[in-house]
Antibody, heavy 120, light 113 residues
Framework: QVQLQESGPGLVKPSETLSLTCTVSGGSIRSYCWSWIRQPPGKGLEWIGF???????DYNPSLKSRVTISIDTSKNQFSVKLSSVTAADTAVYYC??????????????WGQGTLVTVSS | DIVMTQSPDSLAVSLGERATINCKSS????????????LAWYQQKPGQPPKLLIYWASTRESGVPDRFSGSGSGTDFTLTISSLQAEDVAVYYCQQYFTTPLSFGGGTKVEIK
């Protein structure tokens, strides 16, 4: 089973850019669809966007103007950047794999998640 | 966008009794060309990431106990826990993967009565 591990700063200042990386081990990133999902404390799940190894990506329209997802197949990693953050972006951020090679599959492998707090 | 609505927000069930969670999508998640329903259920315990339980509306993920079952079609779906165990205390989410933006229901918290 593939393992996913998020890494990045746990504290980001308002108006700055949140940057996280997901390292995939136990399998190649050159298959499947890779997503970022977030969960504000005590709330539900929000899909941020996904990327394929081809670098084709799609984003949630609610975040599209602020988010970029990228992939580095040589390092088996994919990343998310969210600009102009506010307190509303405080959440646990998960990197996730879809069960197949398109977004038309459920999410079957999740990282443990990393809490990012936006505060000055 | 497809909006997923779950009910109830929470429920308390006695050990060994049945728990039923409902999920409604604002439009059909049935893809007519392959007759597949793009609906999944997840279980999330405190401090853990969600875990896939059911996909294609009724297919149990490997290793998931058979007391968990999914049913429904079109826009109305149900997750049933046939005999609630203590370890089933969690929040349950439905999710559609029919189209982007991918979306989740608001979650249903299951507790022991």
């Amino acid at each position: 089973q593939v393992q996913l591990q998020e890494s990045g700063p746990g504290l980001v200042k308002p108006s700055e850019t949140l940057s996280l990386t997901c390292t995939v081990s136990g399998g190649s990133i050159r298959s499947y669809c890779w997503s970022w999902i977030r969960q504000p404390p005590g709330k539900g799940l929000e899909w941020i966007g996904f990327i394929f190894y081809s670098e084709s990506a799609d984003y949630n329209p609610s975040l599209k103007s602020r988010v970029t997802i990228s992939i580095d197949t040589s390092k088996n990693q994919f990343s998310v950047k969210l600009s102009s953050v506010t307190a509303a972006d405080t959440a646990v951020y998960y990197c996730v794999r879809s069960k197949g090679n398109s977004y038309g599959y459920p999410f079957d492998d999740w990282g443990q998640g990393t809490l990012v707090t936006v505060s000055s | 966008d497809i909006v997923m609505t779950q009910s109830p927000d929470s429920l308390a069930v006695s050990l060994g009794e049945r728990a039923t969670i409902n999920c409604k999508s604002s439009q059909s998640v049935l893809y007519s060309s392959n007759n597949m329903t793009y609906l999944a259920w997840y279980q999330q315990k405190p401090g853990q990431p969600p875990k896939l339980l059911i996909y294609w509306a009724s297919t149990r993920e490997s290793g998931v106990p058979d007391r968990f079952s999914g049913s429904g079609s079109g826009t109305d779906f149900t997750l049933t826990i046939s005999s609630l165990q203590a370890e089933d205390v969690a929040v349950y989410y439905c999710q559609q993967y029919f189209t982007t933006p991918l979306s989740f229901g608001g979650g249903t918290k299951v507790e022991i009565k």
